[in-house]
């Protein structure tokens, strides 16, 4: 079993098995837990009802995906809380994918102005990305339009469940996590480019993990040194969108463009190793078929674009991120690396 503190209060567990002896952190005064649950984890939120003998548990299904994060949705959660006299000694449990942690995690912040969470992320993007650094939100006119920045009390990793993904899950993953080694941990990212996506978890989710604790303790509030998580996400986003990709799809794209700039900018020696490692994890290098115009036009509405241009994370080295405005004219550059043109 390994654990990181984020901040003072907030404690991330990884294990194998039986973590869930772990799940609830020692207090008094709690009655009840409620259960906020995805229905791709079902199995997960039975066998931690059944793991969990001391305390009252109550499931509350959520919808799939991302229909979780609505405000509809928190308030059918509220509701079911008050019905179930759920109070501020209680804890909601949000078990799934990032999805239904960001709810779980919202619901929790305002209810009641607070009351403790705990995750239990099914996915392996919500173990080394969504369940870690405190960001809870829903969606409205835009993703993640309301939200709030809220740690959970604890987040509860069991790795047999990660293991246990179908392959497209765990590239999705092994995508966040390439990242977190590119900006960060020059091991983890050695070690992902020469296992792929067979990669030891074990190695994996703790280190991916790390990096964004160390980053997301130095700056929670996204002032400065957060910007560097997003590496690959501004051309990323700007794909996801355009193309419809899926998230680690799109961020991988991102990251190839991005390597491209900073070979090009910042004299990144390992652009190619880059794109060798993403190639390995299946996962691709990239988005032909997109219309330039679309993509142009999506990032023109980023938010951190200025005169000097696109303000891009780029890389001088492994584990040397840079955030820098990049002029339009080599955008144009990057995207033709990744085959928009
Ligand atoms: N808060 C943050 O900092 C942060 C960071 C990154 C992403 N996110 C959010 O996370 C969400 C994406 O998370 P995601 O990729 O985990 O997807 P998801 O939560 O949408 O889940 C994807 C699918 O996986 C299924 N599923 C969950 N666990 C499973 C399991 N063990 N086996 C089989 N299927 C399972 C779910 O039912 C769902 O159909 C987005 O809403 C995104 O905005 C948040
Ligand atoms: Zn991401």
């Keep these: 079993?390994?654990?990181?503190?984020?901040?003072?209060?907030?404690?991330?567990?990884?294990?194998?098995?039986?973590?869930?002896?772990d799940l609830l952190p020692a207090r008094a005064g709690r009655e009840k837990i409620a259960l906020l649950s995805q229905p791709g984890a079902a199995q997960v939120t039975d066998r931690i009802v059944s793991e969990?003998?001391?305390?009252?548990?109550?499931?509350?299904p959520l919808p799939d995906r991302d229909s979780a994060k609505t405000l509809a949705t928190a308030e059918m959660a509220y509701r079911t809380l008050a019905d179930l006299g759920i109070g501020r000694h209680d804890t909601v449990v949000g078990v799934g994918g990032g999805a239904a942690t960001d709810l779980a995690g919202f619901v929790a912040a305002t209810y009641l102005r607070g009351v403790e969470a705990v995750y239990v992320p099914t996915t392996l993007l919500g173990a080394v990305d969504a369940s870690?650094?405190?960001?809870?939100?829903?969606?409205?006119?835009?993703?993640?339009?309301?939200?709030?920045?809220?740690?959970?009390?604890?987040?509860v990793i069991d790795l047999d469940i990660l293991d246990a993904l179908p392959d497209q899950f765990r590239r999705e993953g092994m995508a966040e996590a390439l990242k977190a080694g590119l900006i960060g941990d020059r091991d983890l990212f050695a070690h992902i480019e020469s296992t792929g996506l067979r990669s030891s978890l074990d190695v994996v989710v703790p280190r991916a993990i790390s990096v964004k604790v160390g980053v997301v303790n130095e700056d929670f509030r996204e002032a400065g040194k957060r910007a560097i998580l997003n590496y690959g996400h501004t051309i990323g986003h700007a794909?996801?969108?355009?193309?419809?990709?899926?998230?680690?799809?799109?961020?991988?794209?991102?990251?190839?463009?991005?390597?491209?700039?900073?070979?090009?900018?910042?004299?990144?020696?390992?652009?190619?190793?880059?794109?060798?490692?993403?190639?390995?994890?299946?996962?691709?290098?990239?988005?032909?078929?997109?219309?330039?115009?679309?993509?142009?036009?999506?990032?023109?509405?980023?938010?951190?674009?200025?005169?000097?241009?696109?303000?891009?994370?780029?890389?001088?080295?492994i584990s040397d991120p840079v955030v820098r405005p990049v002029p339009p004219d080599e955008i144009v550059g990057g995207l033709a690396s990744i085959g928009i043109t």
Excluded: Y
Aim: net charge positive; hydrophobic share 45%.
């Design 132 to 155: 870690i650094g405190g960001k809870t939100g829903v969606n409205l006119a835009g993703k993640n339009l309301v939200g709030v920045f809220s740690h959970p009390r604890r987040v």
């Design 239 to 317: 794909v996801e969108l355009a193309g419809d990709w899926s998230h680690g799809n799109a961020i991988s794209v991102g990251m190839v463009a991005a390597g491209f700039l900073g070979e090009r900018l910042e004299g990144f020696d390992a652009a190619l190793r880059q794109r060798q490692a993403i190639q390995r994890l299946g996962l691709p290098v990239r988005a032909e078929n997109l219309d330039i115009r679309v993509v142009q036009g999506l990032l023109a509405r980023d938010k951190k674009r200025d005169q000097s241009g696109l303000r891009m994370v780029l890389l001088r080295g």
């Design 52 to 60: 969990i003998g001391r305390v009252a548990c109550h499931v509350i």
């Design 1 to 21: 079993m390994e654990r990181f503190l984020v901040g003072d209060t907030s404690e991330i567990v990884i294990g194998r098995g039986d973590v869930f002896n």
